[in-house]
């Protein structure tokens, strides 16, 4: 389990970049980034069956399992885009940051799943953490006109939550299959994006060099180390711990000057990593074994 649950927060590493790729991705609208990103992700799986056999599996994909994968990554991407448009950012992004709160509470109805009041607690800290970020200096205002996009939001992270929670309910399904959810979500995203926005390109070849990044690694190689590690790690620990993402991404944006360090970040920051260490504490303060007695 120890091996899985590493894997699976090796995924933040590619998250973490996304907001700052996004932002090197210029005026790209975000089906049609969706759709292209999406489609090298699902290359990166094909190359990988293709390099490694033994990531390729055979296996008989249950009708449940296309449907909670493809409305998992889809359908949470459809509607975080839907409540960008329909509310403001930052109350946008605090509210579809319920997910990995979502996830903690939730493992307590999976099979063989003890939640403890660390895991509550540490995921609680990690959302304050997380409030701090997004809000920044401006404070939060929840308005009853961005009520759809509040909406959108909420529905993005229990869609988010529930497909990683009911991945869990398919263990026997093999990780390879997510390269065919990236691919039926490419062809929604493209599609979704000839319906409702206009064409634009990469315009250099920095952006064009973001978008392919994006598609390796956050919209890409993420999603595999993703669904391996709440299959087979502590999706308690994976659930709390993902709340670093948002403050990589903030560190990453200040290293690259896009964003300045602040006493709020500070405090984030010490919430955040704190409550992850205190959903860990089972890990953390795990009794070792006694040596046995010698025998007299």
Same mark, same amino acid.
């Given at each position: 389990?120890?091996?899985?649950? /590493?894997?699976? /927060? ?17 005026? @790209? ?10 489609? %090298? ?46 509310? $403001? ?21 999976? $099979?063989?799943?003890? /939640? ?94 973001? @978008? ?25 620990? %994976? ?31 010490? /919430? ?21 007695? $010698?025998?007299?």
């Amino acid at each position: 389990m120890i091996r899985a649950t /590493l894997i699976g /927060l090796s995924t933040f590493a590619m998250w973490a970049p996304l907001a700052m790729l996004t932002a090197l991705s210029g005026s @790209v609208p975000p089906f049609q980034l969706s759709a292209i990103a999406f489609a %090298i992700g699902t290359a990166v799986g094909i190359l990988a069956q293709i390099m490694f056999p033994s990531f390729r599996q055979n296996t008989r994909i249950p009708p449940m399992a296309w449907l909670v994968g493809i409305a998992g990554l889809f359908g949470y991407h459809f509607l975080y885009f839907t409540a960008l448009k329909n509310a $403001p950012a930052v109350e946008a992004n605090l509210i579809s940051y319920l997910w990995p709160l979502l996830i903690v509470l939730g493992s307590a109805l999976m $099979p063989g799943e003890r /939640l403890g009041w660390h895991h509550i607690a540490g995921a609680a800290a990690g959302l304050c953490g997380t409030a701090l970020i997004v809000a920044k200096d401006g404070g939060l205002a929840f308005e009853s006109r961005y009520a759809l996009g509040y909406a959108a939001a909420a529905t993005a992270a229990l869609f988010w939550s529930s497909y990683s929670l009911l991945s869990r309910r398919f263990g026997e399904v093999p990780t390879s299959t997510v390269t065919w959810f990236c691919g039926a979500t490419a062809i929604l995203s493209a599609v979704c994006h000839i319906l409702l926005e206009e064409t634009v390109w990469p315009a250099t070849t920095g952006e064009w060099t973001a @978008v392919v990044l994006m598609g390796v690694f956050p919209l890409g190689a993420a999603f595999f180390t993703w669904d391996y590690g709440v299959k087979h790690g502590n999706i308690q620990l %994976i659930g709390t711990a993902s709340y670093i993402i948002p403050m990589l991404s903030t560190l990453l944006l200040i290293a690259a000057g896009r964003a300045e360090p602040t006493l709020n970040l500070l405090i984030a920051c010490l /919430l955040i990593t704190g409550g992850a260490a205190l959903a860990a504490k089972n890990i953390i303060l795990r009794p070792r074994a006694k040596a046995p007695t $010698p025998a007299e």
